[in-house]
């Protein structure tokens, strides 16, 4: 069974930057390879929703909430995927998981940001 461990989470002050990674365990990297990936995050009292996408060819996606602050990246070869979060804000506050775009394997425990203004 696949496990993700989201990590890179903390405190930061509105404006400032964190990177997040998330590590792929239980699957070969052919397979984590071939799919496509995604970064999500659940602030209180919402649902989670899809922040950024990269497949596994071809360029990614952001939604419009994060877009041109935001970077999907990964690294096939470490089976880990990571998101560069830049000029923070206090509403980007939330839990952040990762999983595939399909959301296909078991999440994890995610990492928790907090933004303050």
């Known amino acids: 069974q696949v496990q993700l461990v989201e990590s890179g989470g903390g405190l930061v002050q509105a404006g400032g930057s964190l990177r997040l990674s998330c590590a792929a365990s239980g699957v070969t990297r052919f397979a984590f390879s071939i799919n496509g990936m995604g970064w999500y995050r659940q602030a209180p009292g919402k649902e989670r929703q899809l922040l950024a996408s990269i497949p596994r060819s071809g360029s990614a996606h952001y939604a419009d909430s994060v877009k041109g602050r935001f970077t999907i990246s990964r690294d096939n070869a470490k089976n880990t995927v990571y998101l560069q979060m830049n000029s923070l804000k206090p509403e980007d506050t939330a839990v952040y998981y990762c999983?595939?775009?399909?959301?296909?394997?078991?999440w994890g425990q995610g990492t928790q940001v907090t933004v303050s203004s």
């Open positions: 999983n595939t775009d399909a959301t296909g394997w078991s």
